[in-house]
T-cell receptor, first 116, second 112 residues
Framework: GAVVSQHPSRVICKSGTSVKIECRSLDFQATTMFWYRQFPKQSLMLMATSNEGSKATYEQGVEKDKFLINHASLTLSTLTVTSAHPEDSSFYIC????????????FGPGTRLTVL | GEDVEQSLFLSVREGDSSVINCTYTDSSSTYLYWYKQEPGAGLQLLTY?????DMKQDQRLTVLLNKKDKHLSLRIADTQTGDSAIYFCAESKSRGYQKVTFGTGTKLQVIP
């Protein structure tokens, strides 16, 4: 149980284009989803927290107009990187949790974004 | 703010025990977690411990918590090559749907 999927697993795009990454909780309803960014050999940096039906809460220094987050249902959240640039290349990981869960967050497999 | 620190690298021989250490600064941390990340993959929750516990054992994994010193450790008994990965400790002040702060990660290398 508690499986989280991400799609796509890997994407390469040209500079200036927008990329959408989907995060789905497959067997539970996720009241909260989190989006992280991970640079090579570094820890996870929380970008934003999203609750179903409400606006995402962004961490300090994360541009909300560049990283659009939509949590439209209890099983789906999307992250759109708008007008991507090479410095946006990174490993993006989502996680999901539910209100009664004490086991922390369940993580997706990650999406490798490469912007040329 | 919260700060979670780990040593960057640990190398052990197959069959030996591994001990990965973590220190945190926020005394209000309530939940403490250990996650495993294999190359190119997301994070897998290994185990967690509440701050009112001193120890938790789950098969080959033993978690020790010294709340006074804000020190958390993960011991892996009979370490196998499949245990090679990056291990992150993490803390949160409430249940999993709240913000979790991750440590810097410890890369465990298991030598056959």
């Amino acid at each position: 149980g508690a499986v989280v999927s991400q799609h796509p697993s890997r994407v390469i795009c040209k500079s200036g284009t927008s990329v959408k990454i989907e995060c789905r909780s497959l067997d539970f309803q996720a009241t909260t989803m989190f989006w992280y960014r991970q640079f090579p050999k570094q820890s996870l940096m929380l970008m934003a927290t999203s609750n179903e039906g409400s606006k995402a809460t962004y961490e300090q220094g994360v541009e909300k107009d560049k990283f659009l987050i939509n949590h439209a249902s209890l099983t789906l959240s999307t992250l759109t990187v708008t007008s991507a640039h090479p410095e946006d290349s990174s490993f993006y990981i989502c996680s999901a949790s539910y209100v009664t869960g004490t086991e922390g967050q369940f993580f997706g497999p990650g999406t490798r974004l490469t912007v040329l | 703010g919260e700060d979670v620190e780990q040593s960057l690298f640990l190398s052990v021989r197959e069959g030996d025990s591994s001990v990965i250490n973590c220190t945190y600064t926020d005394s209000s941390s309530t939940y403490l977690y250990w996650y495993k990340q294999e190359p190119g993959a997301g994070l897998q929750l290994l185990t967690y411990i509440f701050s009112n516990m001193d120890m938790k054992q789950d098969q080959r994994l033993t978690v020790l918590l010294n709340k006074k010193d804000k020190h958390l450790s993960l011991r892996i008994a009979d370490t196998q090559t499949g245990d090679s990965a990056i291990y992150f400790c993490a803390e949160s002040k409430s249940r999993g749907y709240q913000k979790v702060t991750f440590g810097t990660g410890t890369k465990l290398q298991v030598i056959p």
